[in-house]
């Protein structure tokens, strides 16, 4: 098998790996929903659903200790606006839920900029919202069905100002909570508070649990499959790490999630961006659970709930958290939790990944266009192998070299196929040639090719990025094609320039497969051809000075 053929045929198969990696997601997700519909899961630590009947069933509230008697939702339900310079949030005085969350520097499309990525969404089908609240063995207790007090209705952060603090209040039987949200300018991180002050003549005992709910939906872009579901990080009590565990939502459905963690996060994440819960005592040991309830459709639950704490009478006390919502920039994610930067999901391979990140972020800050960063970070990769590459492009001119002479062969032989190939097999022994020698070389550069793929297609910072004149969205498809086209081009150069297969079927379906990859590639992100296209078009520099030094290109 000549490289020509094996390069092909590695894009091939990872083109349509990506889709059955697509078509899978999709039908685990509709299984899983199904599944969930005809049998809940429950488990014994966790409440059952319809154990609240009176009020609603309330099987989305962990719990470790006997659950409470059911108590009536104030009907007077409110909404708690907060702007900042990047959130638009909205927060229910029904138990201090996060319902809304905008991201005000992300439009949803180049064509509609003034409207921002709604992340956190209470609308009906697109549930996905941040909970929080406490829970007590045998005291009140504000979960997340609470009636909360509001000293106002909205909050915005004024000019000179670096942070917004909006208080909620609760009480009952001499227990106030006090939720605080705590916004700062220029953060995607919210402090999340709750002060409790033990009025009552008894102690009071209870935890702190932060959670995250959504319904299951389609995640990532045409034929770009991305991950759409739940994730978390830990240590185990034996001081074990469980680094970036993923959580789908069958998963959950099918085995909830029940361990004890510390040092660690919970998120849900999306093509580009994260919702994540990281406490605020880290030492911690938290448990860490998954819930599947009924509310019209199926809802997913990925929450850690704090150790219990004692107040004495008269003492107060804070549980604190952190809720990021927003974008999945390394940076900002590195710096709140251990971990939490591998939410942008590069696959096993982010060590090559996040080291071609930073070379393209540091292209970037040079040249200040990513499309250029893109260019020059495939013609640093380039060079990096041009010795591995020029091995192969050698041996496919020494293939090419002896076209003529396995012509020749295959006139002489015809149709006795055995003969031929021991007669060609001879030919190379005496000609020093190896058939495979441009093989290994490309094998070794297929893993860094595949790492800039996934940091072209997670990297939040290309998302509608421009390039140049007609491509103003690295990660969208080319409106006109010409990318696509020019890679098609260019394939069919390399075609040209490489040994040709004997086998007249053979060389039909290579002149076949560069207008095939152009089809596909018509859909696939801009960026992502961009590379493609200077890649081969470097590697055809290369070969034909090759083939030109070592006189090829007359054969």
Not at 109 to 125: M, T
Not at 469 to 498: C, E, R
């Amino acid at each position: 098998m000549d490289s020509q053929r094996l390069i092909l045929i590695i894009a091939f198969s990872f083109v349509m790996l990506l889709m059955w990696q697509a078509w899978n997601e999709d039908q685990a997700a509709f299984l899983a929903q199904q599944q969930a519909a005809v049998s809940p899961t429950t488990q014994a630590d966790v409440p059952a659903a319809k154990v609240e009947a009176a009020s609603g069933a309330r099987d989305d509230v962990p719990t470790t200790q006997a659950q409470p008697a059911a108590r009536p939702v104030a009907a007077g339900e409110q909404q708690v606006r907060v702007v900042t310079d990047v959130l638009d949030v909205v927060i229910s005085t029904r138990g201090g839920v996060i319902q809304r969350a905008d991201l005000l520097a992300y439009p949803v499309s180049l064509e509609h900029p003034d409207q921002p990525v709604r992340l956190l969404n209470d609308a009906s089908g697109t549930i996905n919202i941040a909970q929080s609240g406490l829970r007590a063995a045998d005291g009140p207790a504000p979960d997340h069905y609470a009636a909360y007090a509001a000293a106002a209705h909205e909050y915005r952060l004024g000019q000179g100002e670096e942070r917004i603090e909006v208080p909620l209040t609760w009480e009952q039987d001499g227990v106030k909570v006090t939720k605080t949200f705590t916004f700062t300018r220029g953060s995607y991180k919210v402090d999340v508070a709750h002060e409790v002050h033990n009025g009552a003549a008894k102690p009071w005992n209870g935890s702190q649990y932060r959670q995250l709910q959504r319904n299951a939906d389609a995640g990532g872009m045409a034929l770009v499959y991305t991950y759409t579901g739940g994730v978390y990080a830990g240590t185990q009590a034996d001081g074990e790490r469980r680094a970036y565990e993923k959580v789908k939502f069958e998963d959950m459905a099918k085995v909830p999630l029940d361990a004890q963690l510390s040092n660690g996060w919970v998120a849900m994440i999306q093509h580009y961006f994260v919702s994540a819960w990281v406490p605020g005592d880290k030492a911690e040991l938290n448990r860490f659970y998954t819930l599947t309830s009924q509310n019209g459709n199926t809802l997913y639950t990925l929450g850690m709930m704090s150790p219990t704490r004692t107040v004495e009478p008269g003492v107060s006390t804070t549980f604190a958290s952190s809720l990021y919502i927003g974008p999945k920039i390394q940076s900002n994610l590195e710096a709140l939790a251990e971990g939490l930067d591998l939410t942008v999901d590069y696959g096993m391979l982010h060590f090559i990944a996040k080291p071609i990140f930073w070379l393209l972020s540091l292209f970037h800050d040079w040249v200040g266009n990513w499309g250029w960063a893109i260019v020059l970070v495939t013609v640093l990769i380039k060079l990096v192998f041009y010795k591995l590459s020029e091995s192969s492009y050698r041996s496919m001119a020494n293939m090419r070299k002896l076209q003529p002479k396995l012509q020749a062969l295959k006139e002489r032989y015809g149709d006795n196929k055995q003969k031929f190939s021991e007669e060609m097999m001879k030919l190379y022994r005496t000609e020093k040639i190896n058939p495979l020698g441009g093989c290994l070389p490309i094998l070794v550069q297929i893993p860094v090719f595949i790492a800039l793929y996934w940091v072209l297609v997670e990297s939040v910072e290309l998302r509608q990025a421009p390039f140049i004149l007609w491509i103003n969205d690295l990660t969208a498809m080319d409106p006109y094609f010409v990318l696509p086209i020019l890679m098609g081009i260019s394939m069919w150069l390399q075609h040209k320039l490489n040994p040709q297969p004997m086998d007249e079927m053979q060389r039909k379906v290579f002149m076949i497969l560069p207008p095939v990859f152009t089809v596909f590639f018509a859909f696939f992100p801009s960026g992502l051809v961009l590379y493609w296209v200077v890649n081969n078009v470097l590697s055809i520099a290369q070969q034909w000075v090759i083939n030109k030094r070592m006189g090829a290109m007359d054969v």
